[in-house]
């Protein structure tokens, strides 16, 4: 009964390709977010989603696009990766202004 | 963009030994919370912090919420060998929508 899941946990893919990385969270929160962690360990966010609706957008490249099929999903699909875009996407989910629960991470490695 | 500045960046200590780490801001925030991340996980949420001044404790945990609203501590006492991993402060500003801001982390050793 995981709160906030992703997958998959490790997604190792050469440069250029297209991938998706999925989000789900079942603690009825309205609003979802993702987040980027450096390998310094930089928590960064990228996107947020409030019933639908696009509410935060921080200077991510157009190459990365955020999709949410219902309120208790929010996918991230990333375009022509590049070597730069290896980090480790974390999805979040909270009550819009609320605590943020985090899920387990997705390590994304370009080659 | 929006800064915070969290210190120390990593500490080494015995079992045992109180912990304490602390973020800085130029800009006041509405919310202050705390976070471990453990190796391979998602950060987990320790404190979180709504009132200029409180102070809350979880078990060996204590934070406060600074009274300017631009900084906050988290202490541990009696850190154990479990306690190992990375502390983040996150803040969100006054008229936000959620939006949280990250400090880099304080890292923790300990011990045994």
């Known amino acids: 009964d995981t709160a906030v899941s992703q997958t998959p946990k490790y997604l190792v893919t050469q440069m250029g390709n297209d991938k998706s990385i999925k989000c789900e969270q079942n603690?009825?929160?309205?609003?979802m977010y993702w987040y980027k962690q450096d390998s310094k360990k930089f928590l960064k966010i990228m996107f947020s989603y409030n019933n639908k609706e696009l509410i935060i957008n921080e200077t991510v490249p157009n190459r990365f696009s955020p999709k949410s099929p219902d309120k208790a999903h929010l996918n991230l699909h990333i375009n022509s990766l590049e070597l730069g875009d290896s980090a480790v996407y974390f999805c979040?989910?909270?009550?819009?202004?609320?605590?943020?629960?985090f899920g387990p991470g997705t390590r994304l490695t370009v080659l | 963009g929006q800064q915070l500045n969290q210190s120390p960046q990593s500490m080494f200590i015995q079992e045992g030994e109180d912990v304490s780490m602390n973020c800085t801001s130029s800009?006041?925030?509405?919310?202050w919370l705390w976070y471990k991340q453990d190796p391979g996980e998602g950060p987990v949420l320790l404190i979180a912090?709504?009132?200029?001044?409180e102070l809350t404790s979880n078990g060996r945990l204590t934070a406060q919420f600074g009274i300017t609203r631009k900084d906050s501590f988290l202490n541990i006492s009696a850190s154990i060998p479990s306690d190992v991993g990375i502390y983040f402060c996150a803040g969100q500003l006054r008229g936000s929508q959620g939006n949280l801001i990250f400090g880099k982390g304080t890292k923790l050793s300990v011990k045994p």
């Open positions: 603690l009825g929160h309205d609003t």
């Open positions: 800009s006041i925030f509405n919310t």
């Open positions: 979040a989910s909270s009550q819009v202004g609320d605590t943020q629960y």
């Open positions: 912090l709504y009132k200029a001044g």
